[in-house]
């Protein structure tokens, strides 16, 4: 019988991927892209830099990897709101959907920073449309639950527009700072953009 524990090995390999992660988003969120360094890293998290460059050798590896964290950590989130959205108009999921990117900026500030960086580093560019290609896919089947009527290639680009919207939307809350009445206006704004995108797209579907 094959034991699926993991050995000491892995433990503190994983141990060390978290501490770096930790780290890297402490510093994006205190500096910026421009002071995400390996050095930097390896300061903050406590380890040698033998250690960090064995699995990111530049700063565009880091971010990289926050993408797909991030990636991991909404997919999940997603999930939940697919379960609220069978008993809400489509709507109200959306506000819904808004005002949770929304905390999860402000709970996770180098986002803002990680935005900024995408649209500047060309490293990351193509990983950055892989993000938003993985997000069309996931967010149509929310859309879908609230009557998405759409299929095949219009689909497809309805979906890619709508998650533009929403990568913009998270990139206007960064800018907000934090004020509670701008944040407010920008949810509400980008809630009128985005219903008035979907309205036409959507089959009369109320809860």
């Known amino acids: 019988m094959v034991s699926s524990r993991e050995n000491p090995q ?19 969120a205190e500096r910026g892209y421009s002071g995400l360094s390996l050095s930097a890293v390896c300061d903050r998290a406590n380890i040698k830099q033998t250690s960090i460059y064995r699995y990111w050798p530049n700063q565009s590896a880091l971010l990289v990897t926050l993408i797909s964290f991030f990636e991991e950590e909404y997919q999940a989130r997603i999930k939940l709101l697919e379960e609220v959205a069978f008993d809400k108009p489509w709507q109200e999921v959306q506000k819904i959907l808004l005002q949770g990117l929304a905390d999860y900026c402000l709970d996770n500030p180098w986002v803002f920073s990680g935005l900024a960086a995408v649209r500047a580093d060309v490293g990351v560019a193509k990983r950055h449309e892989q993000t ?3 997000f069309a896919t996931r967010y149509a089947h929310l859309l879908k639950i609230g009557g998405f009527a759409v299929r095949g290639e219009e689909e497809a680009r309805v979906s890619r527009t709508y998650v533009l919207i929403i990568d913009s939307f998270m990139f206007a809350i960064g800018r907000a700072d934090g004020a509670e009445k701008v944040i407010e206006g920008v949810i509400n704004d980008y809630l009128e953009v985005i219903v008035s995108y979907l309205e036409p797209k959507m089959q009369a579907n109320e809860k």
């Open 10 to 28: 892995q433990v503190r390999a994983k141990e060390r991927v978290d501490l770096v992660i930790k780290a890297a988003q402490e510093i994006m």
């Open 132 to 134: 938003l290609d993985f």
